[in-house]
């Protein structure tokens, strides 16, 4: 037992020795562990900075030329999101100004609205929205609500002094005054909202990507080259535990840079413990590295992983709950979220990073990780022993001189 031990030991150590000089010596994989993590993150970031817009032109179509609608343009153009640029004579010079880039959105207040009011009707004004730009778009969208819901409120208040003398004494502005304050966003801005969740991705597909090239690598030499570039022991355990502890070493400072600096730098809420958040990384680390190794069986070049792996990212985005919330999936796609790394990683990290939560207020997410991890790993067990070893076995009876596989 204990030579067994010490073989496995050694074993392990010998791969994780030579699976340095195999990563260093391949320019994609270091790609991969270096361009992704260190500058995926920045560029996503500076994308969606500043995450805020402010004072963008619009311009009013106004038929109804009153006090009323008047007042509606001078609020609007209070807004910080809002800069009335001008007015228009009809919609068409509205539009073309538009299509020009003059302005971004177009306010058509329509004739007689305030005699609609003061009869007790709805009287809509049209917001048209250049879509080029989402942050524009929910820009003038919230501008336009909190005009809208002002003015609605002064009005009703007028209408109850003058069903109720002296009412405005006791009711007076928004009878139901509600204040929105997004936790963990103060500035309610996009990036700080997508930002923490998109880290994690990049992260597990930076893994993925990473375990799939070197897989494909490895074969690809060897019948490019007759040279045996495979790095294997004969424990199979020992040459997964060697190469994961290997990526793990390598990935150790990019990693912590993508969970603290990044934060630091575009001022992200950076309300949680950076130890405990890298405790919750070392789960979704090592299931990624499990899914990474079942996606060998797929990869026998290369290249093959970016045909089969990277258009997942898109996928992967939605799966994580970002931008479709999981309780509004169908039940399959629930299914296939919860054995994405990401899943978990995503909604634990940013509860941790953005509300301050601990590990223990996790701890859901946290043993989710886990058991992907010994799922993960017995699928990637299975597929190295049934599928990637039997593949190599055929290619040294072909002709290419390898180690003894076990």
């Given at each position: 037992?204990?030579?067994?031990?010490?073989?496995?030991?050694?074993?392990?150590?010998?791969?994780?020795?030579?699976?340095?000089?195999?990563?260093?010596?391949?320019?994609?994989?270091?790609?991969?562990?270096?361009?992704?993590?260190?500058v995926?993150?920045?560029?996503?970031?500076?994308?969606?900075?500043?995450?805020?817009?402010?004072?963008?032109?619009?311009?009013?179509?106004?038929?109804?030329?009153?006090?009323?609608?008047?007042?509606?343009?001078?609020?609007?153009?209070?807004?910080?999101?809002?800069?009335?640029?001008?007015?228009?004579?009809?919609?068409?010079?509205?539009?073309?100004?538009?299509?020009?880039?003059?302005?971004?959105?177009?306010?058509?207040?329509?004739?007689?609205?305030?005699?609609?009011?003061?009869?007790?009707?709805?009287?809509?004004?049209?917001?048209?929205c250049?879509?080029?730009?989402?942050?524009?778009?929910?820009?003038?969208?919230?501008?336009?609500?909190?005009?809208?819901?002002?003015?609605?409120?002064?009005?009703?208040?007028?209408?109850?002094?003058?069903?109720?003398?002296?009412a405005?004494?006791?009711?007076?502005?928004?009878?139901?005054?509600?204040?929105?304050?997004?936790?963990?966003?103060?500035?309610?801005?996009?990036?700080?909202?997508?930002?923490?969740?998109?880290?994690?991705?990049?992260?597990?597909?930076?893994?993925?990507?990473?375990?799939?090239?070197?897989?494909g690598?490895?074969?690809?030499?060897?019948?490019?080259?007759?040279?045996?570039?495979?790095?294997?022991?004969?424990?199979?355990?020992?040459?997964?535990l060697?190469?994961?502890l290997?990526y793990?070493?390598?990935?150790?400072?990019?990693?912590?840079?993508?969970?603290?600096?990044?934060?630091?730098?575009?001022?992200?809420?950076?309300?949680?413990?950076?130890?405990?958040?890298?405790?919750?990384?070392?789960?979704?680390?090592?299931?990624?590295?499990?899914?990474?190794?079942?996606?060998?069986?797929?990869?026998?070049?290369?290249?093959?992983?970016?045909?089969?792996?990277?258009?997942?990212?898109?996928?992967?985005?939605?799966?994580s709950?970002?931008?479709?919330?999981?309780y509004?999936?169908?039940?399959?796609?629930?299914?296939?979220?919860?054995?994405?790394?990401?899943?978990?990683?995503?909604?634990?990290?940013?509860?941790?990073?953005?509300?301050?939560?601990?590990?223990?207020?996790?701890?859901?997410?946290?043993?989710?990780?886990?058991?992907?991890?010994?799922?993960?790993?017995?699928?990637?067990?299975?597929?190295?022993?049934?599928?990637?070893?039997?593949?190599?076995?055929?290619?040294?009876?072909?002709?290419?001189?390898?180690?003894?596989?076990?």
């Open positions: 037992m204990i030579k067994r031990l010490k073989n496995f030991i050694l074993g392990l150590f010998d791969v994780y020795c030579r699976e340095f000089r195999l990563v260093i010596s391949d320019a994609g994989i270091i790609l991969f562990f270096s361009f992704l993590p260190l995926y993150p920045i560029i996503y970031s500076l994308i969606y900075n500043p995450e805020l817009v402010k004072e963008v032109a619009v311009v009013v179509v106004d038929n109804d030329r009153t006090p009323l609608s008047r007042e509606l343009v001078r609020n609007f153009n209070a807004c910080d999101q809002a800069w009335v640029k001008g007015y228009a004579a009809n919609l068409d010079e509205a539009r073309r100004a538009m299509a020009g880039k003059d302005c971004f959105a177009i306010l058509e207040i329509p004739e007689g609205m305030e005699k609609k009011v003061g009869r007790g009707e709805t009287a809509p004004a049209v917001l048209y250049d879509m080029t730009l989402l942050l524009r778009y929910r820009g003038f969208l919230v501008a336009a609500t909190n005009v809208m819901t002002s003015m609605g409120s002064e009005l009703l208040t007028q209408k109850i002094d003058e069903v109720a003398p002296l405005e004494t006791v009711v007076s502005g928004d009878l139901l005054d509600i204040e929105n304050i997004n936790m963990g966003n103060i500035r309610g801005g996009f990036d700080t909202f997508i930002m923490p969740g998109v880290i994690i991705l990049i992260l597990q597909q930076c893994i993925i990507l990473a375990c799939g090239m070197a897989g690598a490895k074969r690809e030499r060897r019948r490019l080259t007759g040279y045996n570039s495979d790095n294997m022991a004969r424990s199979i355990l020992a040459t997964m060697g190469q994961a290997c793990l070493t390598i990935l150790a400072l990019p990693i912590f840079f993508m969970i603290h600096y990044v934060p630091l730098i575009f001022s992200f809420p950076m309300a949680g413990n950076t130890l405990e958040e890298v405790a919750l990384i070392l789960p979704l680390f090592l299931a990624s590295v499990g899914l990474g190794f079942s996606f060998q069986a797929f990869v026998t070049e290369r290249e093959a992983v970016f045909v089969n792996w990277v258009v997942t990212s898109l996928i992967f985005l939605f799966l709950g970002l931008i479709w919330p999981i509004a999936m169908p039940q399959p796609w629930k299914t296939l979220s919860a054995l994405c790394p990401a899943t978990w990683g995503v909604e634990g990290f940013v509860k941790m990073n953005a509300n301050g939560s601990s590990l223990a207020q996790v701890s859901n997410d946290y043993i989710n990780l886990w058991i992907l991890t010994i799922f993960w790993w017995i699928v990637a067990y299975c597929v190295q022993r049934w599928v990637v070893r039997p593949a190599l076995r055929r290619e040294v009876k072909a002709g290419f001189q390898g180690p003894d596989l076990g």
